[in-house]
């Protein structure tokens, strides 16, 4: 479905742009004839797995994704920012070779053909996650498990509307949420814009970009939006065609998702759910303004991509999304929980802390913050003893006008005393990975 649809689009399309990142463009027109050049030489040169290592800056990737889906080659994404021994023990471990650039443009340039493999069950693409415990983690998705997610995710009534469009892709292509923005956009024959290093890093260069790409479609980490919301010009009069945004890969604050929908009266904002280990999302729910009063659902039972249960609290995904390795079934360390048909995420289960005597999840805690009016964003950690007890809850908290009397207060009449931090910590921003999810890391070290 997804190549037979590329194909198509590049022989009809011509000029039209179909991948943008910075100065860098590659069109309709000219998409099918590089990826073919090229798959025909990896073709050539074996079956095993495609390393790439370029930052969203660089248009030659995902042209060299399509080569690899066309080769029949499973392709793997190296997160540029890894120093050059940690990319050498990833390629080990993943049994990959690595593709340069000048490689791949001498493969784009080569006028050769390749025709279409024809196993529907070929692994796509292979990623690491760094999963809970910070070790890389290899996961491989097929190309039924891609299409699959495709075919959910377009029937969403949000997305169907702004396919063929322009997507925005704010993640970095070694995160697996840009599947989304980049094969929504090949899918409906759109234009990928990608936004490069740079840009994030720059506000004035960030928002000309946003504005000049005449988005439909923004896909991006709910740190991202809230990044965006604290420029007051990011609204529907720099970007009148921005209908749907699509927020995943971490918690959802409900003041940034208020923020937003007041920012953008008429947009759709879907908040979405999905582990690297299921293709990128399995669920999304859009969420409105009443909603924003407490912590907000990632999904409807019984309209995901997958089947979704819960197992002693514990979310379970069964389905075409679930990567080969798990036989269709996976379960995922994710908490939730079930309230009128909407699934709501409660932590991780190897995260849960035992303190006082009592179990407890932070991520519940968090959403209890979040929930607050004047809170942004809030981050709880445990304090340890040399024993690795847990001796006291610190909370990070984000926002403006923040009093943590006030906070402790406003907590005691939602969550039991055990559940209260005892040590506050107020920020002007909580730090960030390089994914735009929210660093802990650097966290623990300010305990």
């Known amino acids: 479905m997804l190549l037979e649809r590329i194909k198509a689009y590049s022989a009809a399309l011509g000029d039209r742009p179909a991948l943008m990142a910075g100065e860098e463009m590659v069109r309709w027109g ?126 969403l009534p949000e997305i169907a509307a702004v396919l063929g469009g322009t997507a925005v892709g704010q ?131 019984g309209e995901g991509a997958v089947d979704i249960s819960l197992e002693e609290g514990e979310i379970i995904l069964t389905g075409a999304s679930v990567s080969p390795r798990f036989g269709g079934k996976y379960s995922t360390g994710d908490l939730g929980y079930v309230e009128n048909g909407l699934l709501y995420w409660a932590g991780r289960r190897d995260l849960q802390l035992k303190y006082k005597g009592y179990r407890l999840e932070p991520a519940r805690i968090e959403g209890a913050l979040e929930a607050l009016p004047q809170v942004e964003r809030a981050a709880v950690l445990p304090r340890r003893d040399r024993a690795g007890q847990v001796k006291g809850l610190t909370a990070f908290v984000e926002g403006a006008g923040l009093e943590p009397e006030k906070l402790a207060q406003a907590l005691g009449d939602l969550l039991p005393p055990y559940q209260i931090p005892g040590q506050w910590k107020l920020l002007d921003r909580l730090p960030l990975t390089p994914n735009g999810k929210c660093d802990r890391k650097r966290l623990e070290e300010m305990l």
């Open 30 to 155: 000219e998409l099918w004839p590089m990826a073919q050049g090229l798959a025909a030489k990896l073709r050539e040169q074996g079956t095993g797995p495609v390393a790439l290592i370029g930052d969203p800056g660089q248009v030659w990737v995902p042209v060299a994704f399509v080569a690899c889906l066309l080769a029949g080659r499973p392709y793997l994404p190296l997160d540029p920012l890894l120093p050059p021994a940690g990319q050498g023990e990833l390629l080990e471990q993943a049994g990959a070779v690595l593709l340069d650039r000048r490689t791949a443009e001498e493969g784009f340039s080569s006028g050769l053909s390749c025709p279409l493999p024809d196993d529907p069950h070929r692994i796509a693409y292979e990623i690491f996650t760094s999963g809970s415990t910070g070790r890389p983690k290899l996961v491989e998705v097929s190309l039924s498990n891609l299409e699959h997610f495709l075919r959910w995710a377009s029937a």
């Open 171 to 301: 993640a970095a292509w070694s995160f697996d949420l840009s599947v989304a923005d980049l094969y929504l956009s090949l899918l409906g024959g759109g234009t990928h814009v990608a936004l490069t290093p740079a840009e994030k890093e720059d506000f004035p260069a960030l928002f000309r970009r946003l504005e000049e790409s005449d988005l439909s479609l923004l896909v991006a980490t709910p740190s991202f939006l809230r990044l965006c919301l604290t420029e007051p010009s990011f609204g529907p009069d720099r970007l009148p065609r921005l209908r749907t945004v699509f927020s995943c890969g971490e918690v959802l604050p409900p003041a940034a998702a208020r923020r937003l929908l007041d920012r953008f009266p008429g947009v759709a904002l879907l908040n979405a759910y999905g582990p690297t280990e299921a293709t990128c999302a399995v669920c999304a729910v859009p969420i409105s303004r009443e909603m924003c009063g407490g912590p907000l659902p990632i999904g409807t039972i």
